[in-house]
């Protein structure tokens, strides 16, 4: 069975531009969630999507938005970027919301400047 | 906000020694997991402890889950280069309404040969 994937792994942005990444869940999951990891810290929540619909949401702004599709592939579209968005965004995708543990993918590295 | 804490933040040790990095919590939790993320890649989970007093081995690592459930610690023996890595402890992700994970912000452990 294939693992999470995630594309691209890094990307580079001015501020205020728009970026899409996206991630393909593993073999037979049907739940993705995203994660934003800041330099020195642990992956902080920023939402889950549940056969896609949106199933919950961190704190994070409304300019975080994602979608999830009919293969269970997800994408997570972050507008008007800030400096501090600047972060590795993780992908993990489970079953049924978490159930048996959940797989990361290896991130986007995104860089805003 | 992180609601688990981790010690220490950093460690760096010579090969063959021995080590603890530790993950506290004011509230009880029902389940934590232990994951290590090495650099460029994303978490991957090494156990998930759910009863009070539990310990688990997994090869030259040992988890203990606190009595009151507030606490784990992980013991490496023999600590080798390939343990390099972040050590990340994380509540929740159980599936349900507690799906999500919630991570402290991990012990960086350097193994030198």
Same mark, same amino acid.
């Given at each position: 069975e294939t693992g999470v994937t995630q594309s691209p792994t890094h990307l580079i942005k001015t501020r205020g531009q728009q970026v899409t990444l996206r991630c393909s869940s593993q073999s037979g999951h049907n739940t993705v969630s995203w994660y934003q990891q800041a330099l020195g810290q642990g992956p902080q929540f920023i939402f889950q999507y549940y056969r896609e619909e949106e199933n919950g949401r961190g704190?994070?702004?409304?300019?975080?938005s994602g979608l999830q599709f009919p293969n269970y592939s997800s994408e997570l579209n972050v507008n008007a &970027?800030? &400096?501090?968005?600047?972060a590795l965004y993780l992908c993990a995708s489970s079953l049924e919301q978490g159930a048996g543990g959940y797989t990361f993918g290896s991130g986007t590295r995104l860089t805003v400047v | 906000t992180q609601l688990l804490e981790q010690s220490p933040q950093f460690l760096s040790i010579q090969e063959g020694e021995n080590l603890t990095v530790y993950c506290n919590s004011s509230s009880v939790f029902s389940s934590l997991q232990w994951y290590r993320q090495e650099p460029g890649e994303g978490p991957v989970l090494l156990v998930t402890v759910v009863t009070g007093g539990e310990v688990k081995k997994l090869k030259r690592l040992t988890f203990q889950f606190g009595d009151a459930r507030k606490d784990s610690s992980l013991h490496i023996t023999?600590?080798?280069? #390939?343990?390099t890595g972040l050590y990340l402890c994380a509540k #929740? #992700?159980? #599936?349900?309404?507690?799906y999500k994970l919630t991570f402290g912000k991990g012990t960086l452990l350097t193994v030198n040969p």
């Open positions: 704190n994070f702004p409304p300019r975080f &970027l800030e &400096l501090d968005d600047s | 023999a600590a080798q280069p #390939g343990d #929740g #992700g159980g #599936g349900g309404s507690n």
